[in-house]
C-alpha cells in the first residue's frame, strides 16, 4: 500500500495566496490564489518544473518587501 504524499510546498502557496490578496478579506484571498495559479501555469509553459515552487517563493519574498 504506498501513502499518499502531499506536496511539500502546498502550505507555502496557500500562505502566498493569502498574503497576494491580503489577510483580512475573504475575497482578496480567493482572487490572490486565482492570480498565483494563473501566474503558475503561464511560468509552468516557460520555465522547468523543479523551478515552479521556487519562483512561487520569490513571489512571496517580493510581495512581503512591498509594504
Not at 495566496?17 to 489577510?23: D, E, F, H, R
Amino acid at each position: 500500500v504506498k501513502k499518499s504524499q502531499v506536496r511539500p510546498a502546498l502550505p507555502l502557496k496557500v500562505f502566498t495566496a493569502a498574503i497576494l490578496g491580503g489577510l483580512s478579506s475573504t475575497y482578496g484571498v480567493v482572487v490572490g490564489a486565482l492570480l498565483l495559479g494563473l501566474f503558475e501555469t503561464l511560468v509552468a509553459v516557460h520555465v522547468p518544473f523543479a523551478y515552479r515552487d521556487p519562483l512561487i517563493f520569490g513571489v512571496l519574498i517580493v510581495m512581503a518587501g512591498a509594504d
